[in-house]
T-cell receptor, first 118, second 112 residues
Framework: AQSVTQPDIHITVSEGASLELRCNYS??????LFWYVQSPGQGLQLLLK??????LVQGIKGFEAEFKRSQSSFNLRKPSVHWSDAAEYFC????????????????FGRGTQLTVWP | EAQVTQNPRYLITVTGKKLTVTCSQN?????MSWYRQDPGLGLRQIYY???????DKGDVPEGYKVSRKEKRNFPLILESPSPNQTSLYFC???????????FGPGTRLTVL
């Protein structure tokens, strides 16, 4: 089974500061990797995803993430945080083995709660 | 508009009273899933379905049932709810040619 680790339960940054949220996964092959954001009382919104190719992927709201195979990591970054970025962030892994297998099974980390100081 | 809908959005019930949370998608997706979200645990998969009449257990299936009689619908059934099933539930769908799961808005369930 897959596992996804988000080591930081809660992070606090000042508005305008840079941000990095960590995510590590365990899987033998290259998985599909996702970051989702959940604002208070809201559902899940996809920020970005990685399947293959360029290891630095750009997402919405100015976020980017870098896949590092050697470290089994997929860390989320943003150069300048806005107060509206305060939310909970989830890293997720999809174990893709082709059509008809476990396609559709997402394994989520426990989330990182981001607080932004004005 | 492509979407996944869930009903009800909020539900308060009592122990042992059977309930069903409906999930419907309008994207003709084959794959559908149910997740529950609990503080500090992230989202955990309850059941998933790869197509009509094909379902399988996820990581936390105990106390839940599902059915997939039509492609668009994937209801979650709690035959005898207990307080430990108080949670936020998300339905999701995904087609074979897409690479992303679409999530419903969530159903907040409280079992007293």
């Amino acid at each position: 089974a897959q596992s996804v680790t988000q080591p930081d339960i809660h992070i606090t940054v000042s508005e305008g500061a840079s941000l990095e949220l960590r995510c590590n996964y365990s899987y033998g092959a290259t998985p599909y990797l996702f970051w989702y954001v959940q604002s208070p009382g809201q559902g899940l919104q996809l920020l970005l995803k990685y399947f293959s190719g360029d290891t630095l992927v750009q997402g919405i709201k100015g976020f980017e993430a870098e896949f590092k195979r050697s470290q089994s990591s997929f860390n989320l970054r943003k150069p300048s945080v806005h107060w509206s970025d305060a939310a909970e962030y989830f890293c997720a892994v999809d174990q893709f083995e082709g059509r008809g297998s476990t396609l559709g099974r997402l394994y989520f980390g426990r989330g990182t709660q981001l607080t932004v100081w004005p | 508009e492509a979407q996944v809908t869930q009903n009800p959005r909020y539900l308060i019930t009592v122990t042992g009273k059977k309930l069903t949370v409906t999930c419907s998608q309008n994207m003709n997706h084959e794959y559908m899933s149910w997740y529950r979200q609990d503080p500090g645990l992230g989202l955990r998969q309850i059941y998933y379905s790869m197509n009509v009449e094909v379902t399988d257990k996820g990581d936390v299936p105990e106390g839940y049932k599902v059915s997939r009689k039509e492609k668009r619908n994937f209801p979650l059934i709690l035959e005898s709810p207990s307080p430990n099933q108080t949670s936020l539930y998300f339905c999701a769908s995904r087609g074979p040619s897409t690479d992303t799961q679409y999530f419903g808005p969530g159903t907040r369930l409280t079992v007293l």
